[in-house]
């Protein structure tokens, strides 16, 4: 009888273990190719320990900055190929590859980091099964506003560039300065200051914190402080290590893949990047200018041929880009970040 009742009282224990006791344990690589001072870093840190808390302890994490596991333009096939988990993404890197996402590079768009962060990824949900089904999209987001920066003339005027050798930020980039008479560079990020200061490139289109965090202030004078462009990013995650895990652990990942989760990754380097700017403007020999009402026109309406070709690229995508756009702008206004 009392061999019974032990039987009897494991089973009862057995039933009422909680499901995550059984859960595999899994360890998060999650990559990114900026330094790691960046305030990236603490954002994919600040991911992961969420992830972490959410999972129960069940999903350990750790980060690997600086191109460690991998090139900053390779970061999309690392997460699709198991190389690393979780990954950094910048779309622009790859012409052509992710159009759809590209429309949150076109001039004059988005006004605020959080919010256009917020009103990117709400918006780009519909579209991300389409354009990275390689992989499992966690979010979409952006950084600050930004623009020209110049070692050897002043732009003003969009015919300033005819001539120019430029590292463009992403192919949108890439294309205004095609358009406009300048000649590309490209270059990862980590590579700026170098191909600038060996003359290899002339200027950059860059945010400003990380002017100067990768030291392209000291190789650079002439910054035009206006409201250009955007860079548009994603977390990206390998799919198979999200079909490994159980369900309590998906939704850890899933509840920290989100629009809310866009905003908090986007604020902070937001704040960081719009802190750069008093500091070039306090650095002896730097030239920060504003546009006039003009030029500011004059830029617009040269950026226009670029939304064209974007549309172009959408609909080879098989998406309407006039319906796209529109909800584009309206997500955006819903979430403040919509450039008037």
Known sequence: MSMRKNLLALALALSVTPAFAQEKTFELKISHWVPASHPLQKAMEDWGAAVEKA???TIKYKVFPAQQLGKAKDHYNMARDGIADVTYVNPGY???????????????????????SEGLDAWYRKYAEKEMKDVKFCLAFIHSP??????????????????????????????F???LGGTNVQSSAPEVRDIIERGVADGVTFPWGSLVLFGVDKV?????????????????MNKDKYNEMSDRQKKAIDDNC??????????????FEDAGVDKVKAEPGQEVYTLTP?????????AEPLVKTWADGVKAKGVDP?????????SLAKYNALTQ
Do not use: C
Request: glycine share 12%.
């Open 55 to 57: 999972s129960g302890g």
């Open 94 to 116: 790859d012409p052509g590859v992710f159009p759809i996402i590209g429309a949150g590079e076109l001039p004059f768009l988005m006004s605020d980091a959080k919010g256009g």
């Open 146 to 175: 930004s623009s020209f920066h110049s070692r050897t003339k002043k732009i003003v005027v969009p015919e300033d560039i005819k001539g120019l050798r430029i590292r463009p930020a992403h192919a949108t980039m890439g294309n």
């Open 177 to 179: 300065v095609t358009l």
């Open 220 to 236: 650079t004078k002439y910054h035009m402080d206006a409201p250009l462009y955007v860079t548009t990013f994603a977390f990206v």
């Open 258 to 271: 989100n629009t809310e989760a866009a905003g908090r990754v986007g604020e902070p380097w937001g704040k």
């Open 294 to 302: 003009d030029q500011l026109a004059q830029w617009k309406k040269a």
């Open 322 to 330: 006039d319906a796209a756009m529109a909800e584009l702008k309206a």
